[in-house]
Structure formats: C-alpha cells, structure tokens
C-alpha cells in the first residue's frame, strides 16, 4: 500500500523559502505523476504544481509561476516542492497526490489516487 508523506513546513518570513518534501513508502513513484495542491482556512483546495514520471515536463499554478519549482528524485521516492519568495497568501496546508499516469493532467482531485497528510506552511512576520 502506498503511503504519501509530505515534510519541511513550517513559519517563515515574507519573501522567505521553504522546500518540501514528499517521500512514498510502499511502492515506488517512478511510474507516477506527482501534484502539489494547497489548502488556506476557508478556501477549496487548489492545485499548485505537477511534475510529470520522469520529471521531463512541469505545470505551475499562475500565482506560483517563477517563484516555485518542482522536482523529483526518483531513486530517493521523493518529490520536492522548492518555494521561493514567499507571500502571506502562499499559507495553507500543502498536500502531495499521486496520479497513476506518466503524465500530469488538470488539477482535479479524482485525478490522483494517493494523497499525503499534508504540511502546514505559514508565512507571516
């Protein structure tokens, strides 16, 4: 069974970075395309950024575009979400979701079989 575990959350600072992690156990992640999605209080989840089995192909959310990157390490069954210049509006609850498919596709949830706890990443001053 496949578990999902999000890490490297926490407070920082505006204009501050954090990278997160999301580790699999179980099973590998090599065949699968990975999501990042996020949550804030009072907000529908939304889809922050994916990268596709090999991670030959990314997508970004509009608000992240130039300040987030994803990548993976497929030998360490990792994915990691690098943020940078962070704002107060990128709080949430960060989530990793797996899709069993080589390739990402739009952000809906039904897409993606595998979800994390999540993190928790504040950015205030």
């Known amino acids: 069974q496949l578990q999902l575990v999000e890490s490297g959350g926490g407070l920082v600072q505006p204009g501050g970075s954090l990278r997160l992690s999301c580790t699999a156990s179980?099973?590998?992640?090599?065949?699968?395309?990975i999501a990042w999605f996020r949550q804030a209080p009072g907000k529908e989840r939304e889809g922050v950024s994916c990268?596709?089995?090999?991670?030959?192909?990314?997508d970004y959310a509009d608000s992240v575009k130039g300040r987030f990157n994803i990548s993976r390490d497929n030998a360490k069954n990792t994915v990691y979400l690098l943020m940078n210049s962070l704002k107060p509006e990128d709080t949430a609850v960060y989530f990793c979701?797996?899709?069993?498919?080589?390739?990402?596709?739009?952000?809906?949830?039904?897409?993606?079989?595998?979800w994390g706890q999540g993190t928790q990443v504040t950015v205030s001053s």
């Open positions: 179980g099973s590998t992640l090599g065949y699968s395309a």
């Open positions: 979701a797996r899709r069993s498919r080589y390739y990402c596709s739009d952000y809906s949830s039904h897409m993606y079989s595998d």
């Open positions: 990268i596709s089995s090999t991670g030959i192909s990314t």
